[in-house]
């Protein structure tokens, strides 16, 4: 198995709420490692281009108001298969489906407020942890 990294971001119904121990801890408990993390407010513009996948969808609007709306907490896990490993250890997006034990399924609120976001591939982890850290902030 290789070591990937893969790029997770707490979204503000976690920080509002306190949680960043409690899901870090989840996520280490899984036996991934929190090699970069950072607490930032996402700019418009940062969430509009961090979203534009969903740019022609209907919820983009609400998706970009939210991710603004307070702080965030942007990381990158390490760890065997990790992109694949933190897809598991965040549960499915709608939190009534995440299975038990999963970060969705313990503190998300809602489908819209799910805590979590989390790098879908390793091509667009690589992408998404460009947007946030430089390779110098990466202590692995």
């Known amino acids: 198995m290789a070591t990937e990294r893969t790029f997770s971001i707490l979204k503000p119904d976690a920080t509002a709420r306190n949680l960043t121990g409690a899901v870090n801890a989840v996520i280490e408990e899984a036996g991934l490692r929190i090699v970069a993390q950072r607490r930032i407010r996402m700019s418009d513009a940062q969430a509009k281009k961090f979203y534009e ?12 108001e939210f991710m603004t709306s307070g702080p965030v907490v942007v990381q990158v896990l390490e760890g065997e298969n990790a992109v694949a490993k933190y897809r598991e250890v965040m549960g ?11 970060i969705r399924q313990k503190f ?10 989390g790098s879908d591939s ?9 947007q946030f850290f430089d390779e110098k902030d990466i202590v692995g």
């Open 53 to 64: 996948v969903h740019a022609e969808r209907p919820f983009y609007g609400e998706l970009v």
């Open 92 to 102: 499915a997006t709608n939190p009534a489906q995440a299975a038990e034990g999963t």
């Open 108 to 117: 998300a609120k809602s489908v819209g407020e799910n805590t979590v976001h």
């Open 122 to 130: 390793l091509e667009n982890a690589g992408i998404e942890i460009k």
